[in-house]
């Protein structure tokens, strides 16, 4: 505990206010209050929840464990919580979440339904001013972003998209009362983990379903269930130790992270862990050999094997075809889980269009259009994605000393010090920020590290009865340029994925989460702390 009024600190209306209520805006609410600070949350959404209060979507689903996507900061929170699904869906993880946010108390300092449009800080007096949609204008010493890797959504701009006379959807703004597409003609547009996802739901009630699909993916089974109470308990009883391991892992999940690698097993050894793998569902295929990321002839070996299986369980070869990626190494886009994604199209009411051969040219009254076709629908569903990692951050006028802005600065790429605060922008933390593990991992865990983090170093601060904190631009420039080593060692960088921000058009190309893992990335986030922050500018004054 420390005192809320240390005589470093300038008059403001709070401590600190962060930038949303999800995952991350929520524990380090609770995390500023346990250390004396006061804090106010602003929250676009009408409550709490963030990713899990918009993405309604049909088949919404984690591709973590229930158990391990879930908060371990609290141990009777952990033992208490009853997850019924091997794979969370979303209402159950909303349903997780409100009740964090009622056992915490948390709502009392959150503002809903407000939008923050910019954030400017003072160099005169040292403090941030935030300004919500409505023209209010707050000051607080800290400003926490907390605004999501996956939240600014994204919907392509189709020429007649606004003539369109049925109705459109998108994945991550979906609406809160269910959509029944029973009978009617639905387009889904885009098959990222998203598209995969709601996809076998829509054609369970639709009259028919046109996929658009621009690029296939590499999706691997989920095998859900449900968990028994002794699976549960078993857990349970050993939370600490696996939570330590997760941490401590590179993902920050229980993957089974093999030594091995694919090209010095044999073929038998190498089908038999695939099988292993493939039968056990879930993101735990990529960790089958320790190289599957680095060597284009060992992910080729796992990529061939998921294209066998497409082939196996698709029954159209022409389909399966379509189906099948060729312009990316596995697990290089983001690996998706699905639960009957290509058997979907074996259903008569299905159907699959190329849009890379065949691309989208305008949205009409009617329907969809094609180069070559037409395909009248009642419906469409955008599956299209997220400016991902820094579109929640620039999308916000954010701006640092002598009024720069974030989004000038990071016009070529945005510049962090381990993807939590930016050179020039004194007190701005950024949880999950670029340059850090974030959506490369269970993000609930490297949301706990940062808000952790954070949370030392105002406990530092006001134990040094410093004003300010701030990166130090030579130890950004560095850390800038170890993200792109580490993740030029990969290859993630050949893939045209979100996380190269390849998605958006215009935006640069580079590698937006930090590849190096989350263990050794906890390590360097410590010793930094503990040299006094390394690399951080520390001032008592403005
Ligand atoms: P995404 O992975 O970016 O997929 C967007 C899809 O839309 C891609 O297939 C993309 O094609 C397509 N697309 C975009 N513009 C298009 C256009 N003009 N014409 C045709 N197709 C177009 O987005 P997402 O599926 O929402 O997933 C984003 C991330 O959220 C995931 O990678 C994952 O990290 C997270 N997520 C997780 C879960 C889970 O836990 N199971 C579920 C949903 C989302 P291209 O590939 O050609 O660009």
Known sequence: MMSPHSPAKPQTDYDAIVVGAGFAGLYMLHKLREIGLSARVFE????????????RYPGARCDVYSMEYSYSFDEQLQQEWVWTER???QPEILKYIEHVADRFDLRRDIQFDTRVTAAHFDEETGIWLVKTEDGTTVTACYCIMASGALSASRKPDFEGLDDFGGTWYHTGQWPHDPVDFTGQRVAVIGTGSSGIQVTPMVAQQAANLTVFQRTPNFSIPAWNYPLSNAEQENWKRQAAHHRATA???KSGAL??????????????????????????????FTHAFNDLFKNKAANDLAADYVRRKISEIVQNKDIAAKLTPTDHAIGTKRICVDTDY???????NVALVDARATPIQRITKEGIETTDDFYPVDSIVFATGYDAVTGALTRIDIRGRAGKSLKDKWSDGPK???GIMVAGFPNLFTLTGPGSPSILTNVVMSIEQHVEWVGNCLIHMAREELQLIEADQQAEDEWVEHVREVA???????????????NIPGKPRVMLPYVGGLGV???????????????FIQSKTA
């Open 44 to 55: 676009t959404g009408s409550d709490v929840g963030g990713t899990w209060f918009w993405n």
């Open 87 to 89: 794979y969370p869906a």
């Open 247 to 249: 941490k401590a892992s």
């Open 255 to 284: 993957y089974q992270y093999s030594q091995r690698s694919a090209l010095e097993v044999s073929d038998e050894e190498r089908q038999g862990e695939f099988d292993a793998r493939w039968s056990h569902g879930g993101a735990n």
């Open 342 to 348: 290509y058997a979907t199209f074996n259903r008569a």
């Open 416 to 418: 962090t010090y381990l």
């Open 488 to 502: 030029n060692g990969t290859l993630h960088v050949h893939a045209d994925s979100w996380y190269m921000g390849a």
């Open 521 to 535: 990335y906890t390590r360097i986030c410590d010793e930094v702390a503990a040299e006094g922050y390394r690399g």
